[in-house]
């Protein structure tokens, strides 16, 4: 093999004894996933919002950003469930860059896997600690969920990933919801091949183990945009974009039809500033349609404590080292305004 091998890597249970959920921590992420886990069933009728940075940089930003979260959750519970976003591995179009928090617990740094493993253990342990929140992560690599399988409410599987056959078995094997993000290319098939996947049953080979998954009725899909064929971004969130999803759930046996609305990304041509408005034109389709309002469970936003990024090297703290985001005051915004709307 063309590859150096450094150093094994701690077994997950390793990093979970050095970074253990209490019981209270245990009960607080149970009494969240339920909350969540009602949405996606119907049995909830509140909205769901995952947000929060690009990729997850720096300790203490993200904690005070999500610290932030939990005054204003408090304030729309009746209405919103609030899921922040740590996304400690970061997908590359090219493989070139800042790959997270997993690969670099310092951007500035060369890449530490180990130290990286710890960080993100703790930095999540950490936010479920001191806010109550247990969070939203994204499965880039299937085998390193299990580092933080006992804190995430939420997981998506990226318009990269989505066809991989090792993310849809994992997905099926998994006891909260699942996001299936369209393609990068937009066929919206192969996204409903994912979620039928991850709904169902499967046998394979995971961490050294042939295990047998119990099929996942909580997989969904995420619209997030898509690129066409000359690299155009083509948004996928209007009215006749989510009817046109309705129809094809309407040709399957799938569970618990859901979406969720990614406003970043190729839906807003990465104009970060478009969320707002894009969140507002969901809700007034949701009010146009009882197929779309029963379909649609909630959004995806990219938000951060200062508007906009920077590179990895700079110094502007709670600005994203990645893609741009929503900051902080127009993100408190947003969420009110959505509450009223609701």
């Given at each position: 093999?063309?590859?150096?091998?450094?150093r094994?890597m701690?077994?997950?249970?390793?990093?979970?004894e050095m970074?253990?959920?209490?019981?209270?921590?245990?009960?607080?992420?149970?009494n969240?996933d339920?909350?969540?886990?009602?949405?996606?069933?119907?049995?909830?009728?509140?909205?769901?919002?995952?947000i929060?940075?690009?990729?997850a940089d720096?300790?203490?930003?993200?904690l005070?950003?999500?610290?932030?979260?939990?005054?204003?959750?408090?304030?729309?519970?009746?209405?919103?469930?609030?899921?922040?976003r740590?996304?400690?591995?970061?997908?590359?179009?090219?493989?070139?860059?800042?790959?997270?928090?997993?690969?670099?617990p310092?951007?500035?740094?060369?890449?530490d896997?180990?130290?990286?493993?710890i960080?993100?253990?703790?930095?999540?342990?950490?936010a479920?600690?001191?806010?109550?929140?247990s969070?939203?992560?994204?499965?880039?690599y299937?085998e390193?969920?299990?580092?933080l399988?006992?804190?995430?409410?939420?997981v998506?599987?990226?318009?990269?990933?989505?066809?991989?056959?090792?993310?849809?078995?994992?997905?099926?094997?998994?006891?909260?919801?699942?996001?299936m993000?369209?393609?990068?290319?937009?066929?919206?098939?192969?996204?409903?091949?994912?979620?039928?996947?991850?709904?169902?049953?499967?046998?394979?080979?995971?961490?050294?183990?042939?295990?047998q998954?119990?099929?996942?009725?909580l997989?969904h899909?995420?619209?997030?945009?898509?690129?066409s064929?000359?690299?155009?971004?083509?948004?996928?969130?209007h009215?006749?974009?989510?009817q046109?999803?309705?129809?094809?759930?309407s040709?399957?046996?799938?569970?618990?039809?859901?979406?969720i609305v990614?406003?970043?990304?190729?839906?807003?041509?990465?104009?970060?500033?478009e969320?707002?408005?894009?969140?507002?034109?969901?809700?007034h389709?949701?009010?146009?349609?009882?197929?779309?309002?029963?379909?649609?469970?909630?959004?995806?936003?990219?938000?951060?404590?200062v508007?906009?990024?920077?590179?990895?090297?700079?110094?502007?703290?709670?600005?994203?080292?990645?893609?741009?985001?929503?900051?902080?005051?127009?993100?408190?915004?947003?969420?009110?305004?959505?509450?009223?709307?609701?």
């Amino acid at each position: 093999m063309n590859m150096d091998f450094k150093r094994e890597m701690p077994t997950a249970r390793v990093i979970k004894e050095m970074y253990p959920l209490s019981d209270r921590l245990v009960e607080t992420k149970a009494n969240n996933d339920a909350e969540v886990r009602q949405i996606f069933l119907g049995q909830s009728h509140k909205f769901l919002l995952v947000i929060g940075p690009c990729s997850a940089d720096r300790e203490d930003a993200v904690l005070e950003y999500i610290g932030r979260l939990r005054e204003v959750q408090d304030k729309v519970q009746d209405k919103i469930v609030i899921v922040p976003r740590i996304y400690t591995n970061k997908p590359r179009t090219t493989g070139a860059g800042y790959k997270g928090m997993l690969h670099q617990p310092d951007p500035n740094n060369s890449p530490d896997l180990l130290k990286g493993l710890i960080a993100i253990r703790k930095l999540h342990v950490d936010a479920l600690e001191k806010t109550g929140f247990s969070c939203a992560d994204e499965m880039l690599y299937p085998e390193n969920h299990r580092y933080l399988s006992d804190c995430l409410s939420y997981v998506a599987v990226g318009a990269r990933s989505v066809e991989d056959q090792q993310h849809r078995l994992v997905a099926s094997g998994l006891a909260i919801p699942v996001g299936m993000k369209n393609p990068t290319g937009g066929d919206l098939s192969v996204m409903m091949n994912s979620i039928t996947a991850a709904q169902n049953m499967h046998t394979f080979v995971f961490s050294g183990w042939e295990v047998q998954s119990k099929g996942n009725p909580l997989a969904h899909a995420i619209l997030r945009g898509y690129a066409s064929k000359h690299g155009r971004t083509v948004p996928n969130y209007h009215y006749e974009d989510l009817q046109f999803l309705c129809e094809l759930y309407s040709n399957t046996n799938l569970q618990n039809p859901s979406v969720i609305v990614d406003c970043n990304h190729s839906n807003s041509g990465k104009h970060w500033a478009e969320q707002p408005r894009i969140a507002q034109e969901v809700l007034h389709s949701m009010r146009c349609s009882k197929d779309v309002a029963s379909l649609v469970k909630g959004l995806m936003i990219e938000s951060y404590l200062v508007d906009g990024s920077q590179k990895p090297d700079g110094c502007v703290y709670g600005q994203s080292i990645t893609d741009p985001c929503l900051g902080w005051e127009k993100t408190e915004k947003m969420i009110y305004e959505l509450a009223d709307l609701l």
